[in-house]
């Protein structure tokens, strides 16, 4: 009987034991309130159709792991499919595509003994018409909580592709291009050109360098101006009068704040030659008085010189190298003083 009465209060003891632990772990959870989610929580992230903005909000008054993939390779790489989300995760779109340079954020919330390990699908595009799909899974330990990352049966190489930041106790994985690999961009691609120089280099996503190479005579920068129409049978003086101002232009296509950048990255080479301002364009006000016929409009036009400096981008991200060749940019020579043209034109 003494036995047996023992026996129970070792297994009472042990129990007891299990009952503190159980409560140590849970405590960031009850503080949240996860007990209320257990009992009536829904699947916030099951459904490809949720976005990303209610789900984040939700996983946000639990305990959670954030996990970040980043695209620094050359390779455009789109996320396909989310399979078993965590209830309340915070799940990035499904379809979000992941241009070199982008990254995607997952925050999965943690349930004390069930939290599931979430499978992201991604289908990967290197731009020789060939598209590979492989998978990766987030995990967070039901117990103690701990973060990883895994792409399953592979260490990390897929051919083409490497995956940096695998492992246990993980939370950030980088998509690189193999060691070494180097890419010439050349000038009849200015499309390709653009994107890699507006998404990485005025992006800040990468180091970008510019190297000067030849100069010659650029194409007259042309703004015109216009008066009103001479409504009247007889010849009318007219005068028109504005300011013209000539900027710097390139063969890049981008937004504004895109190009002041790029200006940027070329300004301390070529401000020994053209000047410190060479970016800043040119301003004047030109004003012309002349006779308009009937029905006419009479116009002013400024013709500015320029320098055409062609020069290459060399562009490092991970291990990636893009040569871009013959980037060109039209700059006011300020040595040289504008035409002016005036004229008529019927209307």
Excluded at 111 to 138: A, I, N
Excluded at 227 to 252: G, I, M, Q, Y
Excluded at 257 to 276: E, R
Excluded at 306 to 330: A, E, I, K, P, S
Aim: with cysteine; aromatic share 8%; net charge neutral.
């Amino acid at each position: 009987m003494t036995a047996t009465h023992k026996t129970a209060r070792t297994a009472t003891d042990g129990m007891t034991g299990r009952r503190r632990f159980a409560l140590r772990v849970l405590s960031p959870v009850l503080i949240a309130g996860a007990f209320a989610g257990l009992a009536g929580a829904t699947d916030v992230a099951a459904a490809p159709a949720r976005s990303a903005g209610p789900a984040l909000a939700s996983a946000a008054v639990h305990y959670t792991q954030g996990f970040d993939i980043r695209n620094l390779s050359s390779h455009t790489i789109t996320l396909s499919a989310i399979d078993s989300p965590g209830r309340g995760d915070g799940a990035p779109y499904i379809g979000t595509v992941l241009r070199p340079g982008e990254s995607l954020h997952y925050e999965k919330v943690w349930w004390f003994g069930d939290t599931p390990k979430t499978k992201l699908t991604f289908s990967d595009d290197d731009g020789s018409g060939s598209v590979r799909v492989f998978q990766m899974e987030l995990w967070v330990d039901s117990f103690l909580k701990t973060p990883s990352i895994m792409i399953p049966y592979s260490d990390g190489r897929l051919g083409g592709l490497d995956v940096q930041g695998l492992g246990y106790t993980s939370q950030r994985a980088t998509f690189v291009d193999p060691f070494g690999t180097s890419i010439t961009v050349p000038d009849a691609d200015k499309q390709r050109q653009a994107d890699l120089l507006n998404q990485l280099c005025a992006g800040g996503q990468a180091s970008c360098t510019f190297r000067p190479t030849t100069t010659q005579a650029g194409p007259a920068l042309v703004s015109r101006k216009a008066s009103e129409v001479n409504r009247f049978a007889e010849p009318l003086p007219v005068t028109v009068s504005d300011v013209f101002t000539f900027n710097a232009s390139s063969s890049v296509e981008g937004t504004v704040s895109a190009k002041m950048t790029l200006f940027g990255l070329v300004d301390t080479t070529l401000s020994a030659k053209y000047g410190k301002t060479w970016s800043e364009g040119r301003t004047g006000t030109i004003s012309r008085t002349f006779k308009v016929s009937p029905g006419h409009r009479g116009y002013v036009e400024v013709h500015q010189p320029t320098t055409r400096q062609y020069g290459d981008f060399t562009v490092t991200m991970g291990n990636t190298v893009w040569h871009l060749t013959n980037v060109h940019f039209d700059i006011p020579d300020m040595s040289r003083t504008p035409d002016v043209v005036s004229g008529e034109e019927r209307i």
